[in-house]
């Protein structure tokens, strides 16, 4: 009996190091952060960025330093970090107006200290307030994009989100996705190859995946099950960016136009 137990028990695997962070110049923990009710968080350009529930930002750099600004009256829903530019985007609400989407510049400060604040882009239109559940953004040396997709199942793109101008134009979104299932992941990829259709933006949802190419506005239908909220991603050319979805009983992978292969969990 003990050895049939020695074959079926749980394995460890140490990938990782485990290391004690301690306050600067300190032998106690870091806790700087140990009080704020965390609701969101990103990482780029040597940086850590968290949300909270009372609507701060808090940028976390390498040497341990914390600077904190209110972004929102109410808490900050979602975020994200550019990495060609130090450019954070947010999401949270401030009044019976419902989510915006504000820019922030960190590289440059208001006369109180605070990142410059960019642009804001309302996402509520006519007076209906739906609220986000996924946002994903897109740079290279020519665009900036950003994709929200939303609990009702559609999903709207916003092009060249970081033109200088303090407030958005409603011209520049266009509703790329629909569907009547929450929009539970979205993932940018540009392909580098010559002829290239540019940037393609997957979508899945709690019964789909799909693939749009956003120049040519065509959409593929990749697959017709779906999975949760943060169960997908977009691998790196090491894995030729493929989009990978996770679900209880596989791992599915995509291509732009077809469905690739699929690794069952055992157990299901």
């Not at 006519?126 to 994009?145: C, L």
Request: hydrophobic share 35%.
């Amino acid at each position: 009996i003990d050895s049939i137990m020695a074959l079926v028990k749980w394995r460890n695997y140490g990938f990782f190091d485990k290391e004690l962070v301690k306050n600067p110049g300190e032998d106690s923990a870091f806790d700087v952060l140990k009080d704020i009710n965390m609701t969101v968080c990103a990482s780029g350009r040597g940086q850590m960025v968290f949300g909270d529930s009372d609507g701060f930002v808090h940028l976390l750099q390498r040497d341990l330093s914390v600077t904190s600004f209110r972004a929102y009256q109410c808490r900050v829903s979602h975020l994200a970090q550019f990495k060609l530019q130090n450019v954070v985007v947010t999401i949270g609400e401030d009044d019976e107006r419902g989510p915006v989407v504000k820019i922030w510049n960190v590289e440059k400060s208001t006369k109180v200290g605070d990142p410059l604040l960019n642009r804001q882009i309302p996402l509520s239109t006519d007076g209906k307030h739906v609220q986000p559940s996924v946002v994903a953004i897109h740079e290279n040396d020519v665009h900036s994009h950003l994709a929200v997709g939303f609990c009702d199942g559609h999903v709207v793109l916003f092009k060249d989100i970081l033109k200088e101008t303090r407030f958005f134009r409603g011209t520049q979104s266009q509703q790329i996705h629909q569907d009547k299932d929450l929009v539970t992941g979205l993932a940018f990829h540009s392909p580098k190859a010559s002829g290239s259709p540019g940037a393609i933006l997957y979508v899945t949802t709690s019964s789909g995946v799909f693939s749009y190419y956003i120049s040519r506005g065509r959409r593929n239908v990749l697959d017709e099950i779906g999975c949760d909220i943060d169960c997908c991603v977009l691998s790196d050319e090491s894995a030729d960016c493929q989009f990978v979805m996770g679900r209880s009983e596989a791992v599915h992978f995509y291509d732009v136009e077809d469905k690739g292969p699929c690794f069952g969990l055992e157990g299901w």
